[in-house]
């Protein structure tokens, strides 16, 4: 059996936005941390008064984590009301189900001071629409929620399980940053339905962060959609929206395009279009349009590995609606082919 350490992070750690939401991480780096860096199944209460932001990493590879642990550490982390941020990650764990969700939501359901979850599920036990379920009843109770990740494993990834979670998602009209990771997910244009419909009612959100790659079954419809929700955010600053390898044509890009002109206020865009075969001068006209009065830009980034449908005429657009930009600081352009 192995023994609980737990220490102050490293800067390496604290720095590491790689896997924390913009929002997540202003909040993190306001309050003293701690981790835990190995936990066996005897647990006793570790923490002091002062820890506010806790970062928690169960490695199925190094220790035998069970729905089991994750009850007895949800036991010890109901004593703590003063945490404000929470990093867990479970990976490699094939013997968390639903069960071991439910009690980690019963956990830091409690801390009355919590403004950011960050939730990394990799290659987990079975979670269903139950465990979700229980998720979001867990997250709307905290009322001062500011930002939300969710990192998901591709076997949790259903229509009906985001069904669920959507649903949860729209109730969650205080927060500010959302991130949410479904890479190499077998969901359909249902699944952006139904997001699209939540996220018209999160007017509070300042940034997003969504990605979808490798999510085949994804089509215009689907896009057209999750644009419809996403132009209602009017208070947005920053969007990443990650697209690789979907498969849509010009009018699927066309309602994003529209989505843009909406967002008054955005400061930062990153837009990842890699080994989508489909894309021609047409589509990147439609995003040039909705760019051109976003006055307010700072910084863009257009990804666009593995694309040969387009000329030097879409380019050309891009770059006329950029020079309009006086306020833009930064902008990348990645081609390869």
Same mark, same amino acid.
């Given at each position: 059996?192995?023994?609980? %350490?737990?220490?102050?992070?490293t800067?390496?750690?604290q720095?590491?936005?790689?896997?924390?939401?913009? +929002?997540?991480?202003?909040?993190?780096?306001?309050?003293?941390?701690?981790?835990?860096?190995?936990?066996?199944?005897?647990? !006793?209460?570790?923490?002091?008064?002062?820890?506010?932001?806790?970062? =928690?990493?169960?490695?199925?590879?190094?220790?035998?984590?069970?729905?089991?642990?994750?009850?007895?550490?949800?036991?010890?982390?109901m004593?703590?009301?003063? %945490?404000?941020?929470?990093?867990?990650?479970?990976q490699?764990?094939?013997?968390? *189900?639903?069960?071991?969700?439910?009690?980690?939501?019963? +956990?830091?359901?409690?801390?009355?001071?919590?403004k950011? %979850?960050?939730?990394? @599920?990799?290659?987990?036990?079975?979670?269903?629409?139950?465990? $979700?379920?229980? @998720?979001?009843? !867990? =997250?709307?109770?905290?009322?001062?929620?500011?930002?939300?990740?969710? #990192?998901?494993?591709?076997?949790?990834? *259903?229509?009906?399980?985001? !069904?669920?979670?959507?649903?949860?998602?729209?109730?969650?009209?205080? /927060?500010?940053?959302?991130? $949410?990771g479904?890479?190499?997910?077998?969901?359909?244009?249902?699944? @952006?339905?139904?997001l !699209?419909?939540?996220l018209?009612?999160?007017?509070?959100?300042?940034?997003?962060?969504?990605?979808?790659?490798?999510?085949?079954?994804?089509?215009?419809? +689907?896009?057209?959609?999750?644009?419809?929700?996403?132009?209602?955010? #009017?208070?947005?600053?920053?969007?990443?929206?990650?697209?690789?390898?979907?498969?849509?044509?010009?009018?699927?890009?066309?309602? #994003? +395009?529209?989505?843009?002109?909406?967002?008054?206020?955005?400061?930062?865009?990153?837009?990842? /279009?890699?080994?989508?075969?489909?894309?021609?001068?047409?589509?990147?006209?439609?995003?040039?349009?909705?760019?051109?009065?976003?006055?307010?830009?700072?910084?863009?980034?257009?990804?666009?590995?593995?694309?040969?449908?387009?000329?030097?005429?879409?380019?050309?657009? /891009?770059?006329?609606?950029?020079?309009?930009?006086?306020?833009?600081?930064?902008?990348?352009?990645?081609?390869?082919?």
């Amino acid at each position: 059996m192995t023994s609980t %350490v737990l220490s102050e992070p490293t800067q390496e750690e604290q720095n590491n936005q790689g896997n924390l939401s913009e +929002g997540s991480m202003k909040i993190i780096n306001q309050y003293h941390q701690y981790k835990i860096e190995q936990t066996p199944n005897t647990l !006793g209460d570790q923490f002091t008064k002062k820890t506010d932001a806790l970062i =928690l990493k169960f490695n199925g590879k190094r220790d035998e984590i069970s729905d089991e642990t994750l009850r007895k550490f949800s036991k010890t982390m109901m004593t703590q009301r003063k %945490v404000r941020s929470l990093y867990i990650q479970c990976q490699n764990c094939p013997l968390v *189900t639903d069960k071991g969700l439910k009690h980690l939501t019963k +956990g830091f359901q409690r801390f009355t001071s919590l403004k950011s %979850v960050h939730l990394a @599920l990799d290659r987990t036990g079975k979670i269903s629409s139950e465990g $979700l379920k229980q @998720l979001g009843e !867990g =997250l709307q109770r905290i009322k001062t929620l500011q930002s939300f990740d969710l #990192i998901f494993d591709v076997s949790a990834i *259903t229509d009906e399980n985001l !069904g669920v979670l959507s649903e949860y998602l729209q109730k969650l009209n205080f /927060l500010k940053s959302l991130h $949410l990771g479904f890479d190499f997910a077998r969901i359909t244009d249902k699944s @952006l339905k139904n997001l !699209g419909d939540s996220l018209r009612r999160l007017k509070c959100l300042q940034s997003i962060y969504l990605s979808f790659e490798y999510s085949y079954q994804i089509k215009d419809e +689907g896009l057209k959609m999750l644009s419809d929700g996403l132009k209602k955010l #009017i208070s947005l600053e920053s969007m990443t929206l990650n697209l690789e390898c979907c498969k849509y044509s010009d009018e699927g890009l066309k309602n #994003i +395009g529209e989505a843009l002109q909406s967002l008054i206020n955005l400061k930062s865009l990153r837009l990842n /279009l890699s080994s989508c075969w489909k894309i021609t001068d047409n589509e990147l006209k439609s995003l040039s349009d909705g760019l051109k009065d976003l006055t307010s830009l700072q910084s863009v980034t257009f990804i666009l590995r593995n694309n040969k449908d387009f000329t030097d005429e879409g380019l050309e657009a /891009l770059g006329q609606s950029l020079k309009r930009l006086n306020s833009l600081k930064f902008f990348l352009l990645e081609l390869t082919w």
